[in-house]
């Protein structure tokens, strides 16, 4: 039997009951059994309806385990991505890249042939953002035109003054689809980044490609060691008589 119609039955008996208590004889006529069982059933119905309405809770509320499921849901969506990004070794070639993205725009301007699949590249000056500075570029890459943009949030350590941190991040179309948070060792002649945790990413095309530069960009510094090793031993080899 459901709910609502137990608390139907209930009010009949009910009204039943308090009609048999109040008069000497129990012999009703038809209507007035019928008059009884509306009755009962008027009250029961209200009974149901009070019952229902204390028990729900307000629509406005949000209960909290609610809202721990719906958080939990949200981090394991992210935790899932993040995985998806390490998987396809994201951070780990993107982070080498960096150190030759920073230099596209003097690289691709002097010609020096470390911008391989590149067909532009230009630096777009400062940009005051979260109460920080930002220094942005661009690079053309098979024909999507991405803006790169770092920024240095931490100083050096206090005990450090070869290191810091900061943000890298990359835009395709006005989206962020790549942020870095990077930890920077240099010195006077060098600077080494190291990306330590994904901050943001989209998964697209734009992957591969950069795997590609990637890449492409490897092969390019090997085959720029080989040339400078060569002119080297060109220049030198008359010094000890060899043809």
């Known amino acids: 039997m459901k709910k609502r119609d137990k608390f139907i039955v209930g ?25 009884l069982i509306i009755l009962g059933s008027i009250l029961g119905y209200i009974g ?11 629509a406005s509320k949000e209960e909290p385990q609610d809202v721990d499921t719906k958080y939990q849901r949200i981090k394991d969506e992210i935790d899932k991505r993040i995985a998806r990004a390490e998987k396809l070794g994201v951070r780990q070639f993107m982070g ?3 150190n030759d993205l920073q230099h596209y725009p003097a690289w691709f301007k002097n010609d020096r042939g470390y911008t ?10 400062k940009e005051q953002r979260d109460n920080e500075e930002w220094e942005k570029w661009q690079i053309t890459l098979k024909g999507k035109d991405y803006v790169l943009a770092f ?9 450090d003054d070869t290191r810091y941190h900061g943000t890298f991040e990359i835009y395709l179309e006005n989206k962020k689809i790549l ?27 734009w992957v591969k490609d950069f795997k590609e530069l990637y890449d492409a960009s490897r092969k390019a510094h090997a085959d720029g060691m080989k040339r400078l090793e060569q002119d080297r031993l060109d220049k030198t080899k008359n010094n000890f008589g060899i043809e």
Do not use: N
């Not at 009010?11 to 008059?35: C, H, P």
């Open 151 to 159: 920024e240095k949030h931490d100083p050096p350590m206090p005990d």
């Open 179 to 205: 942020a870095l948070a990077m930890s920077c060792s240099f010195d006077e002649y060098s600077s080494d980044f190291t990306p330590f945790s994904i901050e943001a990413f989209l998964e697209g095309e």
């Open 96 to 98: 080498e890249l960096f």
């Open 116 to 125: 391989p699949l590149i067909t532009d590249a230009r630096d777009l000056g």
């Open 11 to 35: 009010g009949i008996i009910l009204v039943a009951l308090s009609k048999m208590s109040t008069i000497e004889s129990q012999q009703f006529d038809l209507a007035g059994l019928f008059g």
């Open 48 to 58: 149901f309806a009070i019952f229902e309405k204390i028990k729900k809770p307000s």
